[in-house]
């Protein structure tokens, strides 16, 4: 008997690979542009990401008008290794059966005591070294030993469009890739964490969410690490200390918001321009406002025509969260996302263009000027706004949780209201 609801593994969703029987041989998803745990692609409409039961229980116990902006709980799958003819090792899902898979720790993995790794596991010695790779920006993990680690595991990393890491001197990576760099980061590290578990457990519960960027040919992401606060009520002293020093020392505390990672489709060249996590946090107000420029420039102009579609999406979320008393989001992340590449902008920038060579009649009344607005041109650019990473959250009777707050998540609706009003002055600004 399943603890909820569980998707059918091998009978769901469109383009599923199959690894025999009903497993589904699962793929590192090439759109995760930060985040913590790896983001394995289930199917087209399907992701799914390591289980936290705190996080899962929250999914369950959402409020309905929340639902609009979080991804769509599926349930949960078994996930194991498995060995293929060809010496490669796969991760296949398998519905979830409540006696075969071990319950995991209640503590999320990050709270757990960091493991010892080799350095050719994870091609570190410590987390000093981790920051000082990250941050100088490398596109990749290429190193010799991360190739090696690489060589048993099959990938199915691919996307027809080359993505190119910024670098900390904001100049390209000479490497184009097929997939946004953090992905496989967080995927190799899931992976040597699992292997290094697999003699005690031999099952791992995931996660089944919707892939909120399915719609998009070519989605433009945006990663927002939301609120003032980032540690859970249930961190340890330490734990607290380091993520109160990350908001100190970054935007977290001036604005609300930091940058936790984005790729940007850019027309001009034909690939993603990625950052990640370790440039956000360097990031002061007036570099947060420039990076929510270059996120909305497509690498020919501003993409001004999201502004509004963006605007009213956050307007709505921030009118709902005012309305959660006692809920706390601790930790979670905003995706704002857009496609950077459909037909409505082309259409868009077409008939600006055209609206520019255009002589005027100064004889007539602007407001009737043939074409004179842009505005008038439907549908607008799709946009979505969603939050994620519920595994710090908290509100009034959940799972019995000491610690009760009162009134609506301040630190988060800040953020809100930065971001409102950066984009709105953005806007302003490019009329």
């Not at 981790?130 to 690489?150: N, R, T, V, W």
């Not at 490497?175 to 899931?190: A, V």
Request: net charge neutral.
């Amino acid at each position: 008997m399943c603890v909820c609801q569980t998707m059918e593994v091998g009978k769901h969703g469109k383009n599923t690979t199959h690894a025999g029987g009903r497993g589904v041989l699962l793929e590192p998803f090439i759109h995760q542009v930060g985040g913590h745990s790896s983001m394995m692609r289930y199917d087209d409409h399907t992701v799914c990401k390591p289980l936290i039961t705190r996080e899962q229980r929250f999914y369950e116990s959402l409020p309905p008008e929340m639902k609009e902006f979080t991804p769509e709980y599926k349930g949960v799958v078994s996930v194991c290794f498995e060995g293929d003819s060809d010496g490669y090792i796969n991760l296949v899902a398998y519905p979830y059966v409540e006696s075969e898979a071990l319950e995991p720790d209640d503590v999320p993995e990050r709270d757990q005591p960091r493991r010892k790794h080799s350095r050719r596991s994870l091609n570190r010695s410590s987390s000093t070294s981790e920051h000082k790779e990250e941050k100088a920006g490398l596109a990749c993990e290429s190193s010799e030993s991360g190739i090696q680690e690489m060589k048993s595991l099959k990938m199915h990393l691919h996307s027809d469009v080359p993505f190119q890491m910024l670098d900390g001197n904001s100049s390209l990576s000479s490497e184009n890739i097929t997939y946004n760099p953090w992905s496989l980061r967080c995927h190799k590290q899931q992976l040597s964490r699992m292997r290094s578990e697999s003699k005690e457990r031999k099952l791992y519960k995931f996660l089944l969410l919707e892939n909120v960027v399915h719609h998009f040919k070519f989605p433009c992401v945006l990663d927002l690490k939301m609120g003032t606060r980032q540690h859970g009520d249930d961190a340890s002293e330490e734990k607290a200390a380091r993520q109160m020093k990350k908001c100190a020392q970054s935007t977290s505390a001036s604005l609300g918001v930091r940058v936790c990672g984005m790729q940007v489709y850019q027309r001009d060249t034909g690939h993603y321009l990625c950052r990640n996590k370790y440039y956000g946090r360097g990031l002061s107000t007036e570099g947060f406002r420039n990076a929510l420029y270059q996120y909305l420039h497509n690498g020919i102009e501003l993409r001004k025509d999201l502004f509004e579609p963006i605007l009213s999406k956050l307007y709505n979320l921030k009118a709902v969260l005012e309305r959660q008393a006692s809920y706390r989001f601790y930790s979670s992340s905003l995706l704002i996302i857009y496609d950077g590449k459909d037909d409505w902008s082309e259409t868009y920038m077409e008939r600006r263009a055209e609206m520019r060579l255009k002589p005027v009649d100064i004889s007539r009344p602007e407001s009737l000027q043939d074409g004179s607005s842009t505005e008038s041109i439907a549908p607008q650019p799709k946009v979505d706004v969603r939050m994620i990473d519920f595994a710090h959250s908290t509100f009034k009777g959940f799972r019995d949780d000491p610690t009760v707050h009162d009134g609506p998540d301040m630190g988060y609706v800040f953020g809100l209201e930065s971001l409102i009003n950066i984009i709105e002055e953005m806007r302003d600004e490019n009329k």
